[in-house]
């Protein structure tokens, strides 16, 4: 497959074109560097600098890869904001980015004839399950702005597929940390937000303490439970899902995570075998529910896919990456 990356240059994006490149796929990168870097780009993909809300970007891509004869298969979508509370902050930003970004990547897509789509959407659009597991066939209630952004995305993509007859492979994530095995590439960026990184950074002391922020959830032991998924297996699963729609068998809309639960105190007292974390609680944070786990019992019938790296694997790859980033 010739396989278009949007917002390939950032963490997830990247990983995934890293391991489009080793499953034998061409792949090409569109990013406008705004918080990429080109260091995660492939050194065997082609880049071109674009922002997804041009269209004329995305087309003089798709253009110029159709000149030999040889256009692309399928486009992935990584380019969204995607911090919770910068969302309740700046909810017009959000809207912009997100689904406006989407709508004109999506008109390109259709003029230039690609009919395949991978879409990141996120656990985010679920809201606050009363279960606080996730099928994907629960309400969809969001409770911020990143979330409600997605989930306009997802209704898009549908639309426009009947319309025009897309097949999409849509994915709600749930939370993805750690690093690449190679450590060649990992999240590296100026503002973190996801607890896994804070938790490393307090660990090599590049950040005085962790702040966990809520005690008093309805949770075991008061903090938020989230399902935790290691950025290799998301990548991986993300191979699978374009090949699953580019083969004809349809489009299809799944999970993706671990399966299981922990708390924000089971992952410090997990990262504590690894390194002394330094923390202290603080008030909660807006739009956080108290528990996100995923059912992925979909991705595993329709997709073959199986999460193979566990919580430890995903703490000690990220302070792997972060210590040789840092010299440490």
């Known amino acids: 497959m010739k396989v278009l990356v949007v917002g390939g240059a950032g963490y997830i994006g990247g990983h995934t074109g890293y391991e489009l490149v080793r499953a034998g796929h061409d792949v090409v990168v569109l990013d406008n560097l705004s918080t990429g870097n080109l260091h995660n780009v492939h050194p065997d993909a082609r880049f071109y600098w674009g922002d997804i809300r041009n269209k004329t970007d995305i087309t003089r891509v798709l253009t110029a890869e159709a000149a ?7 486009a992935m979508h990584f380019a969204a904001k995607l911090i919770v509370p910068e969302s309740v902050s700046q909810p017009l930003a959000y809207y912009e980015n ?47 702005p990143y979330g409600e952004t997605k989930l306009a995305c997802e209704k898009m993509i549908r639309w426009v597929a009947e319309a025009h007859g897309l097949n999409y492979c849509i994915f709600r994530y749930f939370n993805v940390a750690g690093a690449d095995a190679s450590l060649e590439i990992g999240l590296d ?51 699978l899902g374009a090949e699953y729609i580019t083969s004809g068998q349809g489009s299809l809309l799944v999970n993706l995570g671990s399966g ?56 000690k790859s990220d302070l792997d990456f972060r210590r040789k980033l840092n010299g440490a």
């Open 68 to 74: 030999d004869g040889q256009p692309v298969d399928v």
């Open 98 to 144: 997100n689904v406006e970004g989407l709508r004109t990547m999506l008109e390109a897509l259709v003029d230039c004839g690609v009919r395949n789509v991978v879409f990141s959407s996120t656990a985010a659009v679920y809201g606050e399950p009363a279960s606080g597991i996730c099928r994907e066939d629960d309400p969809t209630v969001p409770i911020n």
């Open 189 to 239: 960026k100026d503002q973190l937000t996801h607890l896994v990184p804070l938790v490393m950074q307090a660990a090599l002391g590049l950040r005085e303490k962790l702040f966990i922020f809520g005690d008093d959830y309805d949770t075991p032991d008061g903090t938020c439970v989230r399902d935790y998924i290691h950025i290799t297996d998301l990548a991986q699963a993300h191979v």
């Open 260 to 315: 299981s639960g922990y708390s924000v105190k089971e992952v410090v007292e997990a990262a504590e075998a690894l390194a002394h974390i330094p923390c202290e609680y603080a008030p909660r944070r807006p739009g956080d529910p108290a528990r996100l786990t995923a059912d992925i019992s979909r991705a595993r019938q329709l997709l073959g896919w199986q999460p193979k790296l566990d919580l430890a694997t995903i703490l």
